[in-house]
């Protein structure tokens, strides 16, 4: 989806998120350029509170989810350790990127939704760092939405909505 | 006003969002914060309130230590107590939750958690407001307590269990009523106006410090002006 620069991006995710929920309630992933996290929840905190709050399961098992995605992306047992006991101001950019991603793997979306840089920099990744399995899995989603300010490339129109299968 | 407050005027209508989990979580470590860590000094300054009052009516005044007990317990649990615990939680905590929303808002967090599906009034404003709610009467409990125990204390030296065991003469059940109900209408005031001042606080570095000072200068004011009009109703 082709829009204006700045804030209009924020908006238009604003806007497409809330109709996705209508559709697909807590099943909508949005990657912002920002890498935004829960500055006072620590990371494990930020990984399962979409589906916590949408489907209120005990604890142990989204341990047992969180588990399972941090195996997906091949994340050290030790590097997931520290990760997850982290409040997200400690985290360098790299790290915000991959918690957003594990977050969204976890929430088993049925829509994503990109900001174009998020979707740049993730699609610049070599195929065997844990950014890249994520979003791999990321692109498997029903509906995928990239929204910015940039022409749409080739094979994509002004609007446009990736649908599979 | 309204555009400002809108949020939290739908307050009552998210309590069923406490059957989550998550939004518990967020409750109990608000009561943690604001009550639990402030209790010490609550009750350490209930205490000496407790002294102070019974030794001038006592020595100043030249009243009886029973007669002083009385006023005591009238007093603390119609007036200071509510007050004092709940202008020591304003005063520790308004602005916090404050500070906290307002520097949230402007990093882009209410954003994330509303695309995500996460309510913002039902996980981050109701468990603030119930959290300020809770902890004032806690607060407002506890030092009424240590208030009596210091002027029993402070009365009747050694022999203290003489006058706990006639503490219905200083205490009535319809003061603790009072304490506890004036204290959770102050807490849940100063729970609604340091939410507000976050919300209302514009999303720029040099707005956030001052949502701190306005959110405890917006609390202290508005118990006062509650207990005032309190005191012309009942």
């Not at chain 1, 916590?52 to 994340?75: G, K, Y």
């Not at chain 1, 900001?115 to 993730?122: A, I, K």
Request: glycine letters at 8%.
């Amino acid at each position: 989806m082709t829009v204006p620069h700045g804030e209009a991006v924020a908006d238009w995710v604003d806007m497409l998120a809330d109709e996705a929920q209508k559709q697909w309630f807590g099943r909508v992933a949005v990657l912002d350029a920002a890498a935004t996290l829960i500055s006072n929840l620590r990371v494990w905190e930020n990984l399962i509170l979409p589906v916590w709050r949408r489907d209120n399961v005990p604890l142990a098992a989204l341990e047992e989810s969180v588990n399972s995605v941090f195996d997906l992306a091949q994340v050290a047992q030790v590097q997931r350790e520290k990760l997850v006991m982290q409040l997200p101001a400690v985290l360098d950019k790299a790290e915000r990127r991959l918690v957003i991603l594990l977050r969204s793997v976890l929430i088993g979306p049925a829509c994503v939704i990109f900001e174009e840089d998020q979707w740049h920099d993730l699609a610049a990744r070599t195929r065997d760092s844990p950014h890249a399995r994520l979003f791999a899995r990321l692109q498997q989603s029903d509906c995928l939405i990239v929204v910015g300010p940039s022409p749409a490339p080739d094979g994509f129109g002004r609007v446009a909505i990736v649908e599979r299968g | 006003m309204r555009k400002t407050f809108h949020p939290l005027l739908g307050l009552w209508r998210t309590v069923p969002a406490l059957r989550s989990p998550a939004v518990r979580r967020v409750l109990l470590k608000q009561i943690y914060f604001t009550s639990n860590q402030a209790a010490y000094l609550v009750a350490l300054i209930g205490f000496a309130l407790g002294a102070i009052v019974v030794l001038q009516l006592h020595d100043v005044y030249g009243q009886s230590w029973e007669s002083s007990l009385r006023v005591l317990g009238r007093l603390g649990m119609n007036e200071l107590a509510p007050l004092l615990g709940s202008l020591i939680m304003v005063a520790r905590s308004a602005s916090a939750v404050a500070s906290e929303l307002a520097n949230m808002r402007a990093n882009g967090e209410f954003r994330c958690l509303s695309r995500h599906g996460i309510d913002v009034v039902e996980y981050l404003l109701l468990p603030r407001v119930l959290g300020m709610t809770v902890s004032a009467v806690v607060l407002s409990g506890c030092m009424a307590l240590f208030a009596l125990v210091g002027g029993i204390i402070f009365s009747a030296g050694w022999d203290a269990g003489y006058q706990i065991a006639q503490v219905e003469r200083m205490v009535q059940p319809g003061w603790i009523l009072v304490c506890l109900g004036k204290s959770a209408v102050f807490g849940f005031s100063a729970g609604v106006f340091a939410c507000g001042v976050g919300l209302i606080t514009k999303p720029l570095p040099t707005e956030l410090p001052k949502a701190a000072s306005r959110a405890v200068f917006i609390g202290i004011l508005m118990l006062f002006i509650i207990d005032f009009v309190w005191s012309l109703i009942l």
